[in-house]
């Protein structure tokens, strides 16, 4: 029976050379990288069946690796972090994170949900559970349609409930260009008879300035002038 593969990635190497023996010993082969970068290349030339992840690295940290992994593979990552607070566990759950553990962790429980995670994984023919249809991922921008959250960039951003179902609407059809009127009857769920595009624009320039470093070049939310707005796709 071929060995299960996991990649270690911790810019810590005791970190990563203890980890590397502890699951060598319980039979899996172990891969190494020491920031997100390393580990992108290494997924690129090998096949892995789980990612043991920290967040704070250089060149490239977790978080943004764990972005870019998402974009084409479904294989489970464990977060390990120094980092405890509860906004941290909820940006790398939201994020596309299948387990969080706190740093220093206990030896037994990790091989226990490392084990745990395979066995979710392969029960689903090495695919994402339909959970993961629930998250919306486009450049930096993760909606999750579960927890009503939504993280840019790793930080989680406060919207509003009106301005949450019309960035799921603009995240839910990349590129396609809604109406103010379209916007309103699709998110308030009456039909737009008066000037709607006041009110639509306010909460347009409260998303854009809650998700954009730029406000007056948004990455993201953008005016099709005279036609309406759409979500820039990534």
Not at 201 to 221: A, F, G, S, W
Request: no cysteine; aromatic share 8%; charged share 30%.
């Amino acid at each position: 029976m071929q060995r299960q593969t996991i990649l270690v990635v911790d810019d810590n190497k005791e970190i990563v050379f203890s980890l590397g023996k502890l699951l060598e010993y319980e039979g899996y082969q172990v891969l190494k990288a020491y920031d997100g970068l390393e580990a992108l290349e290494v997924l690129k030339d090998n096949p892995v069946d789980l990612i043991l992840l920290d967040v704070m690295m250089p060149r490239l940290n977790g978080l943004s690796a764990l972005m870019k992994i998402r974009e084409y593979n479904r294989i489970p990552v464990i977060i390990l972090s120094a980092k405890t607070q509860e906004s941290d566990k909820v940006s790398g759950l939201v994020m596309g994170a299948d387990d969080y553990m706190e740093k220093p962790y206990n030896p037994a429980e990790l091989t226990a949900r490392v084990a745990a995670q395979l066995r979710r994984y392969h029960t689903w023919g090495g695919s994402a559970p339909q959970a993961e249809e629930e998250q919306l991922v486009n450049g930096g921008v993760v909606l999750d349609k579960q927890t009503k959250k939504a993280i840019v960039d790793g930080a989680e951003v406060k919207l509003t409930a009106t301005e949450y179902k019309i960035l799921e609407l603009l995240m839910e059809h990349p590129g396609q260009v809604f109406s103010a009127e379209k916007i309103y009857e699709r998110v308030w769920k009456e039909l737009a008879t008066g000037a709607v595009e006041n009110t639509v624009m306010v909460h347009i320039r409260h998303i854009r300035e809650k998700l954009e470093i730029d406000t007056k070049n948004p990455k993201y939310v953008k005016v099709v002038w005279g036609i309406g707005y759409k979500m820039e796709k990534y």
